[in-house]
């Protein structure tokens, strides 16, 4: 599977963007999809992750209430709303993906080291 993530930018604090990123296969069924972020010297967090055999979603505590994750199956690609943004959102943004049961998902959505594949991510700064 190849991701390609775009949508990044430099906002103002308060302000939104919307992050895509597309799948060269259709993963509709039976994969966890994650945001990840890597701010500059730190190491990378997972932010959001969608199972996309049952729709479950989850997120960090930082972003909860902020960023929506969400799939359309149709044009193979996951996004990243992201709303209220904050100067401590800065970071790059990959999207990751492994083909998983939902409890696998549950249990290392945010662990990098669980995902198989990753895109070339998307910088976010918030000023």
């Known amino acids: 599977?190849?991701?390609v993530e775009s949508g990044g930018g430099s906002v103002q604090a308060g302000g939104s963007l919307r992050l895509s990123c597309a799948a060269s296969r259709y993963t509709y069924s039976g994969?966890?999809?994650g945001w990840f972020r890597q701010p500059p010297g730190k190491q990378r967090e997972g932010v959001a992750a969608i199972y996309t055999g049952g729709g479950s979603t989850y997120y960090a505590d930082s972003v909860k209430g902020r960023f929506t994750i969400s799939q359309d199956?149709?044009?193979k690609t996951l996004y990243l709303q992201m709303n209220s943004l904050k100067p401590e959102d800065t970071a790059m943004y990959y999207c990751a993906a492994i083909a998983s049961s939902g409890g696998y998902c549950?249990?290392?959505k945010f662990a990098p080291g669980q995902y198989h594949y990753w895109g070339q991510g998307t910088q976010?700064?918030?000023s």
């Open 106 to 108: 549950a249990t290392w």
């Open 31 to 33: 994969y966890c999809m």
């Open 73 to 75: 199956n149709a044009k």
């Open 1 to 3: 599977v190849q991701l």
């Open 124 to 126: 976010v700064t918030v």
